[in-house]
């Protein structure tokens, strides 16, 4: 019997071909157009059940500590602890810090290193006036690799390159929030005319992802 049907709509098939592609093409244009219209949530919360109270701890958390997405400015350079681009970090720590969306920008300028002893610790900027001596920047380059919260974090263990970890804004409910964060980061970059010489940059995080 179910052979008899498939030969049946078989010989269907042949006998009316404009008619089965054009239902074809409007059943696929149909379903097409509502699947287009589908929202797309790619956070993990939307994982999670509503009101769980995991969830409910984690939304809490983060209205008094802040968001937990972040976005990297990676860049590489032919010397990282030159005095020029140590020059160039620091105004573009300070250009990213004014966007609207950002919260805080940490990189080789504004992070503190920390030194512990057998009695205490000592919490400094690494970076503080941006010395012009060899001496200086070697010195610097130097506290740099030997620090385990910097070395493979901020800086590349070779020194060749380093990042921008930019920490965002609370923005509940804000759907648009990420593509202009990114927009604004990659315009800034792009449009930097004043970047130090053989400066290659890329931009990377769950953000970009999102994206």
């Not at 919360?45 to 968001?67: C, H, T």
């Amino acid at each position: 019997m179910l052979q008899r049907l498939l030969d049946r709509n078989s010989r269907a098939v042949f006998k009316y071909p404009l008619h089965y592609l054009t239902v074809l093409v409007l059943l696929t244009g149909l379903f097409g157009y509502f699947y287009a219209q589908l929202p797309v949530e790619t956070s993990v919360e939307s994982l999670i059940i509503e009101n769980d109270p995991d969830l409910l701890f984690y939304e809490k958390f983060k209205a008094q500590f802040g968001e937990d997405e972040f976005l990297v400015v990676a860049f590489t350079g032919p010397e990282i602890f030159s005095a020029e681009t140590l020059t160039w970090i620091a105004q573009k720590n300070d250009e990213l810090e004014s966007i609207e969306e950002v919260r805080e920008v940490v990189s080789l300028t504004t992070v503190e290193e920390i030194i512990g002893t057998d009695y205490d610790f000592i919490v400094q900027p690494l970076v503080e006036q941006g010395p012009e001596t060899p001496e200086g920047l070697l010195h610097i380059r130097q506290r740099a690799l030997d620090n385990p919260l910097i070395d493979g974090a901020l800086v590349s263990n070779d020194g060749s390159s380093a990042l921008f970890l930019i920490r965002t804004e609370s923005h509940p409910g804000d759907e648009s929030y990420d593509a202009r964060l990114v927009e604004k980061v990659h315009r800034y970059f792009a449009d930097d005319a004043g970047a130090s010489p053989g400066i290659e940059w890329h931009l990377a995080g769950w953000l970009v992802t999102d994206v």
